[in-house]
């Protein structure tokens, strides 16, 4: 039977302002083909407008996060025109930017392996929590490609130094090792700890204002890799001083001297 593209990847908002996309290919370790990524697209696209969500956590079904590249997509692809490479690999790379731009903070909850595409996924989020039994590898140069469309995200998570260990070697690595070298935050011991450590880091989320989760995730990447000059120091005063004038910094401060919980903690 034909896969609907809706069932590729599913998502659940029904817990108020949290929203959890699924990975659904479960019998091929939730891989990624152009279904996935386009319902992806459209899921982050309802999501960047979602008010009420605060907190987006992205999962996998079945025995794995994601195995990378759907193999059917590969051999298919192997006969794309230059364009239709281009168009293909501009679609993966729309989708990562729309997730790692999302407004609310975007947690990858990882078990089983993320391998390549898997990788960029839970690099592009905020924060990443695996199990202990999690493996991760960037297989790309086993298969004559290279892992672009990804690298800008796991490069950032993982500093070019590791790059150079394990784009140039397709090696697998464990969730210690990933722990290690920064792309993941957490390792937990299994599926109850990964549900566990995710509600504590929502139940945290909950009590910071959302607009200004926001401009810090904004803040970040207008700081990263900039030399710490007149225009860093005049952007980063710009970008505090709009914040103090915020209502949310105004309700804010009224909450801390009247020693009540702020409006979006309630």
């Known amino acids: 039977m034909t896969e609907a593209i809706e069932d590729t990847v599913l998502l659940n908002t029904t817990r108020a302002g949290v929203a959890v996309v699924t990975l659904n290919r479960p019998k091929v370790h939730n891989a990624f083909n152009p279904d996935v990524i386009t319902r992806l697209k459209d899921i982050f696209e309802t999501l960047k407008g979602a008010d009420g969500v605060r907190v987006v956590l992205l999962e996998g079904a079945g025995p794995s996060f994601s195995a990378g590249a759907d193999l059917a997509w590969m051999r298919a692809a192997a006969d794309y025109t230059s ?101 993941i935050h957490i390792m937990v011991d299994d599926n109850d700890g990964l549900a566990k450590e995710a509600e504590r880091i929502v139940q945290q989320v909950f009590t910071c204002a959302p607009g200004a989760i926001d401009a810090a995730k904004d803040l970040i990447r207008a700081v990263e890799g900039r030399p710490i000059d007149a225009g860093l120091r005049a952007d980063t005063s710009r970008r505090i001083a709009e914040r103090r004038a915020s209502d949310e910094a105004k309700e804010g401060l009224s909450a801390f001297l009247q020693k009540r919980k702020p409006r979006w903690a309630e």
């Open 83 to 183: 364009d239709d490479n281009r168009a293909d690999a501009g679609d993966m790379a729309g989708m990562l930017h729309m997730l790692h731009t999302l407004p609310q903070v975007t947690i990858a909850l990882v078990h089983g392996a993320a391998m390549a595409g898997g990788c960029g996924l839970v690099s592009a989020c905020d924060i990443a929590i695996a199990t202990r039994s999690a493996s991760f590898g960037l297989s790309e140069v086993r298969l004559g490609i290279i892992p672009a469309v990804i690298s800008p995200y796991v490069m950032r998570a993982i500093g070019p130094r590791a790059a150079s260990r394990y784009f140039l070697t397709a090696e697998r690595f464990d969730a210690e090792t990933a722990r290690a070298l920064g792309l």
